[in-house]
């Protein structure tokens, strides 16, 4: 089993910033994948990024692509979202998920574990 606890949501203006972290436990050995996803109210939960553990591949959905950076501390068992140019359409609770399958990473499927997830607010 995989525990995730995710922190770093809050209110920020359109065009800041925020950085989400997700601490992991449990059997953190054995993930090859993690990712962030987001779900807003009336909305499928959407694919935000992943990254692989050990080698760092990472992967982006098209809405965040060249804003938002997916990064890691394996040291730590944390991995981070780093989130830039905000905009209002990016507001959601965002989840911290883990995957211990050899899968592209890309869909809720590859995923077994699930943080309970942080609120991002978006102000114009």
């Known amino acids: 089993q995989v525990q995730l606890v995710e922190s770093g949501g809050g209110l920020v203006q359109t065009g800041g910033s925020l950085r989400l972290s997700c601490v992991s436990s449990?059997?953190?050995?054995?993930?090859?994948?993690m990712g962030w996803f987001r779900q807003s109210p009336g909305k499928e939960r959407e694919f935000v990024a992943r990254?692989?553990?050990?080698?760092?591949?990472?992967l982006y959905g098209d809405s965040v692509k060249g804003r938002f950076t997916i990064s890691r501390d394996n040291a730590k068992n944390t991995m981070y979202l780093q989130m830039n140019s905000l905009k209002s359409e990016d507001a959601a609770l965002y989840y911290c998920?883990?995957?211990?399958?050899?899968?592209?990473?890309?869909?809720?499927?590859?995923?077994?574990?699930w943080g309970q997830g942080t609120q991002v607010t978006v102000s114009s």
């Open positions: 449990g059997r953190t050995a054995s993930i090859y994948n």
């Open positions: 990254i692989r553990w050990y080698s760092g591949t990472t």
């Open positions: 998920a883990a995957g211990d399958r050899g899968t592209l990473g890309q869909s809720q499927n590859d995923y077994d574990y």
